[in-house]
Structures are given as C-alpha cells and as structure tokens.
Nanobody, 126 residues
Framework: QVKLVESGGGSVQPGGSLRLSCAAS????????MNWFRQIPGKTREGVAC????????YYADSVKGRFAISRDNAKNMVYLEMDNLSPDDTAVYFC???????????????????WGQGTQVTVTS
C-alpha cells in the first residue's frame, strides 16, 4: 500500500523559512517524479515544484522560483521542500504527490496524480 505523509508545516512570520518533508512508503520513490502542490482555500490546487527521478531535473512554479527548493533522498524514500523568504501569499495546505506514469518533470503539473499525501498547513502571518 502506497502512502505519502507530509510534515513540517506550521506558522511563520513573513520572510521566514520552513522545510517540509514527505515520507513515502510502499513504493521506491527514486523511480518516479515527485511533486509538491499547494492549495489556498477557495482556489484550485497548484503545482509548485517537481523533481525528476533519474536525473533530478527540477522545475518550479514562477511564484516560488528562487525561494523554494525541492530535494530528495532516495535512500530514505524522502522528498523535501525548503521554503525561504515566505510571504502571506504562500499560506496554503501543501501536498506531496506522484504519478507512477511519470519519471521526468516537464514544468507542468497535473491534478490526476496517483497518490497524494494528506497535506500540511503552512501559515505565513505577522
């Protein structure tokens, strides 16, 4: 049974940083592209970062480019999202997800992922 579990969310002041983690079980994370999405209440879930499996090519949404960094530790079956210089606009529930058909990211994110985590809340407020 495949399971993705996010952690590391919380409340932070503008300009602060958080590191989100996603622990995968039931699959070899290294075989698949891994994604981070976020969802603001009332808005469509959006992709923010993707890490390809074989060559670790990374893509970021324009809104987070230069501030967020995705990384993975295949040996530990973990994916991370380092978020710096956070703003109130980054307030959202953050999800990790994977589509078992995709190994390489292409700068586009699709909502029909095969597996999603339960999400972790990130709140940026003064």
């Amino acid at each position: 049974q495949v399971k993705l579990v996010e952690s590391g969310g919380g409340s932070v002041q503008p300009g602060g940083s958080l590191r989100l983690s996603c622990a995968a079980s039931g699959l070899n994370l290294g075989d698949y592209a891994m994604n981070w999405f976020r969802q603001i209440p009332g808005k469509t879930r959006e992709g923010v970062a993707c890490s390809s499996s074989a060559d670790d090519t990374k893509y970021y949404a324009d809104s987070v480019k230069g501030r967020f960094a995705i990384s993975r530790d295949n040996a530990k079956n973990m994916v991370y999202l380092e978020m710096d210089n956070l703003s109130p606009d980054d307030t959202a529930v953050y999800f990790c997800a994977t589509d078992l058909r995709i190994r390489y990211c292409n700068g586009e994110w699709y909502l029909d992922q095969d597996y999603w985590g339960q999400g972790t809340q990130v709140t940026v407020t003064s």
